[in-house]
């Protein structure tokens, strides 16, 4: 996940899950530019789901491992 605009926040979470819902990480944010989330599972398509200062943001995202 990247920060372009390197914003501040209090507190942040991301979680990621599979495709059928059940949760493969999560793990608290703290400010950042850019965070590498670990995932030992195979080549899918999971959801990230991020948590910013009570605001969600969600994304369908492809590995290809």
Do not use: W
Not at 3 to 23: A, D, S, T
Not at 40 to 53: F, H, N, R
């Amino acid at each position: 996940i990247v920060n372009p605009e390197n914003m501040r926040f209090e507190k942040g979470q991301v979680e990621v899950f599979n495709v059928i819902g059940l949760p493969i990480v999560e793990m608290p944010v703290p400010n950042f530019n850019r965070i590498i989330i670990p995932i030992d599972e195979s080549s899918a398509v999971y959801v990230v789901k991020l948590t910013i200062d009570d605001k969600i943001h969600m994304k369908k995202v492809f590995v290809n491992k």
